[in-house]
């Protein structure tokens, strides 16, 4: 990246805090790539070379399951991080990365990774974070498939993407600037696509929220969609 202003990495997470300095020696290792929606970051099974940074833009982590069907494992957004565990632990990725709309991306190859992790601290510790947080998530998601019904889990998943990306509008709304389809939160909670349906069409006509034509959800209602979860 050249004639790059670190201040354009402010929705990175894992960049948080991090000094001028440090975010200065991170230019040069960091490389700029857009996937056309519906496009393979990585696949399951691949040699983890690179970690990718969503700037913007939607993607879903999701693996095989026995009988061949697609599992959605979480769905990501601006200033993410993926690729990152074949990075620290193992040659091979755990998962595959599929956009859910054209998405733009830093990329940073494996070497120059571990370097910056064990010369910038304030970056290992940000790292420490998103993996605990997401450990969280996972146990929330496992806790939420055992005890909720549909309508809870549908729920309980759009309340968490508005507190991750959630973006306040004047009138007290809060729009979720990421695609998510029926379908894909059908997949990520463990439900089938027309249950999804009947669910968002009521708390559409409750007032909870609307979609618009990318598949962006804005909540109008949070308090009333909380209390479902």
Known sequence: ?????????????????????????????????????????????????????????????CAESEDGSEVILTILGPGEIVGEMSALDQPMRSASVITLEKTDALWIDRASFHRCLLTMPRLAYNLACILSARLRMADDQIRSLARLEVENRVARQLI?????????????????PIRLTQGDIAALIGASREHINKVIVAYKERGYLSVDRQYHITIHNSHALAKRC
């Not at 790539?33 to 913007?56: D, H, N, P, R, W």
Request: hydrophobic letters at 35%; aromatic letters at 8%; a negative charge.
């Open 160 to 176: 968490s993407f508005a507190e991750r990306y959630g973006q306040p509008q004047p009138n007290g709304d809060t729009h979720i």
């Open 1 to 61: 990246m050249n004639e790059s202003n670190p201040n354009e990495f402010s929705s990175v997470v894992l960049f948080r805090d991090l000094s001028t300095a440090h975010l200065q020696e991170l230019v040069p290792l960091l490389h700029r790539k857009t996937f056309a929606s519906g496009a393979t970051m990585m696949t399951a099974e691949q040699t983890g070379e690179v970690v990718y940074l969503i700037q913007k833009g939607t993607v879903k982590v």
